[in-house]
T-cell receptor, first 113, second 120 residues
């Protein structure tokens, strides 16, 4: 089955620790995106990548980092510099940046205490 | 700047009745796309329907239809014959300029969402 997987579904970390969220897709999509969702809010773009070995900052990139070494993988690292890291994180992909539809993964709920 | 506004934080509808979820948008682009997503309590984002800015007819997908009024910059979602499984949060989103350009990220801009509860 083709799709996007994110692991783990729930993640707990202590303040001051970096944590990496996984996002894998087997849809052969070029473009991948990371969004953050806070309770009762819409999604905001953290980082996006249009092709392997290239990525760009989104609207709220501070305190986050990404890599795109493989087409199917786009991991997001939440660093200790992110002041309010507790949130729901969604990864998405699309065929390319012009395509109509973005497919979303199931999300990872990160709690930092 | 592009912006999506959903003014209804929560809505109730009786099972089997129709409901309209409001969405207004602001953009200076001539070419754009409008989306509706459903987010159940599990968290995944489920694509429902799409309307392109140049599409002359309103989009329909099964029980979902999009009431697109370009001059008013509104893109309301209409769900007909509501079902209990329709209870979820609904997001309106816009994709920036569809024209091929170096600045086109393909990112989606989301509204705040509307929580819909279907009553039996």
């Amino acid at each position: 089955d083709g799709g996007i997987t994110q692991s783990p579904k729930y993640l707990f970390r202590k303040e001051g620790q970096n944590v990496t969220l996984s996002c894998e897709q087997n849809l052969n999509h070029d473009a991948m995106y990371w969004y953050r969702q806070d309770p009762g809010q819409g999604l905001r773009l953290i980082y996006y990548s249009q092709i392997v070995n290239d990525f760009q900052k989104g609207d709220i990139a501070e305190g986050y980092s990404v890599s795109r070494e493989k087409k199917e993988s786009f991991p997001l690292t939440v660093t200790s510099a992110q002041k309010n890291p507790t949130a729901f994180y969604l990864c998405a992909s699309s065929i390319d940046r012009r395509s109509r539809e973005q497919y979303f993964g199931p999300g990872t709920r990160l709690t930092v205490t | 700047a592009q912006k999506i506004t959903q003014t209804q934080p929560g809505m109730f509808v009786q099972e089997k009745e129709a409901v309209t979820l409001d969405c207004t948008y602001d953009t200076s682009d001539q070419s754009y796309g409008l989306f509706w997503y459903k987010q159940p309590s599990s968290g995944e984002m489920i694509f429902l329907i799409y309307q392109g800015s140049y599409d002359e007819q309103n989009a329909t997908e099964g029980r979902y239809s999009l009431n697109f009024q370009k001059a008013r910059k509104s893109a309301n979602l209409v769900i007909s014959a509501s079902q209990l499984g329709d209870s979820a949060m609904y997001f309106c989103a816009m994709r920036e300029a569809l024209l091929l350009s170096s600045g086109n990220t393909g990112k989606l801009i989301f509204g705040q969402g509307t929580t819909l509860q279907v009553k039996p």
